[in-house]
């Protein structure tokens, strides 16, 4: 009786290791030819509205934006199952490169030095800069920021824009963060006369600090903002080709709406 027992259940754990073989082999061959989704990951810098941001002062729970949306809708154009990490925005090119992200959406403005060290896809949008302010700061432009403190993000080209300000008014200091709320915050407090940001930003700003206000920069060419990749990343193509398809099928213009819709009825009023 016992060595029957013994057989039967030898048999079973037999044939359960044979179905156990079995089952890891399956999803892989009929994975062949259309492999599960691949997973991405995404880096970003979510102190930017409506770029990108957190709808919680904590920043709890995950980023939203004009960006999020685009990114989760080329993946899942392209079947990825898609990651998004929020980090400083000077550690999103070193991520890069490091091949710890497989791209990086953050409002991100092509240069010919960032080209140097990470490709980028078309173009999908342009920004102009703007300086954010406390209202009836009585702040006009760089000309009466000279012995002032101006905040930038660290690494952002804004820090490039106000150093170059440096030659004409040198007794600004120039106080660059990590992440943009931060400034906001100075600003706020008083710690700082202004900050330097995308206009479109300052407007999203704006919208929940009534005690902010915007002055535009004057004669600046708009600057194209792309997504960012690993050198030689053939991930460029496959997200060029998404995004040419939003922009004929009004996807593009949607998303714009959507997330840029107080922007456009600034302007609007600013013209009329
Ligand atoms: N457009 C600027 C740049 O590319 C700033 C971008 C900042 N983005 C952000 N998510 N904080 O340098």
């Known amino acids: 009786m016992k060595r029957r027992h013994l057989f039967f259940s030898l048999g079973m754990a037999a044939s359960f290791a044979v179905s156990l073989i079995a089952g890891c082999g399956n999803p892989q061959s009929s994975g062949a030819g259309q492999e599960g989704a691949r997973t991405l990951t995404a880096v970003t810098s979510a102190d930017y509205p409506p770029f990108e941001f957190f709808e919680t002062a904590d920043g709890q729970g995950e980023p939203v934006g004009f960006d999020i949306d685009l990114a989760n809708y080329i993946a899942d154009e ?8 929020d980090m400083d925005f000077n550690g999103i090119i070193p991520a890069l490169q490091s091949g710890r992200a497989d791209f990086a959406i953050a409002g991100m403005t092509v240069t010919e030095e960032r080209l140097q060290s990470v490709d980028f896809s078309d173009p999908y949008h342009e920004i102009v800069n703007a300086l954010v302010v406390q209202k009836d700061s009585g702040i006009t432009g760089f000309e009466d920021l000279d012995g002032q403190r101006v905040g930038v993000q660290l690494g952002s080209t804004q820090e490039k824009v106000a150093q170059n300000q440096l030659e004409k008014f040198p007794g600004m200091t120039i106080d660059s ?13 008083g710690n700082m006369a202004a900050g330097v940001v ?19 920069i004057p004669d600046q060419e708009s600057l194209s903002v792309a997504m960012a990749f690993p050198k030689d ?5 496959e997200f060029n080709q998404v995004l040419a398809e939003m922009q004929q099928n009004g996807t593009m213009d949607e998303l714009t709406k959507k997330w840029f819709e107080d922007y456009y009825a600034n302007q609007t009023d600013a013209e009329g």
């Open 78 to 85: 392209l079947g990825y199952e898609l990651t998004i990490v």
């Open 177 to 189: 963060r990590n992440r943009v709320n931060e400034i906001i915050q100075e600003i706020k407090a």
């Open 198 to 216: 995308a206009l479109s930003v300052a407007q999203g700003f704006i919208n929940n600090n009534p005690d902010l206000d915007i002055v535009t």
């Open 233 to 237: 990343s053939e991930l460029v193509s």
